[in-house]
């Protein structure tokens, strides 16, 4: 019911889609989000863990993206 839902609200916000989406191309587009996003935590407590010496949130986050 759910990515029903999604589904719809989705394809009846005209004013940011591309194409219309069914919910299966819903689910796998955020799961490849959430992927993304699980490896850019990983990094960034990876870089947590190292606690580098007076690095700010911005620093660690550059860090994890490598953006040294």
Not at 28 to 52: D, F, N, V, W, Y
Request: aromatic fraction near 8%.
């Amino acid at each position: 019911m759910f990515w029903t839902r999604v589904e719809t609200d989705y394809n009846n916000k005209p004013s940011f889609i591309t194409e219309l989406r069914n919910k299966r191309s819903l689910q796998c587009r955020m799961q490849t989000i959430l992927t993304a996003i699980g490896k850019m935590r990983g990094c960034i407590r990876h870089i947590e863990s190292l606690k580098p010496s007076g690095a700010s949130e911005a620093d660690i986050k550059r860090y994890a993206e490598g953006n040294t």
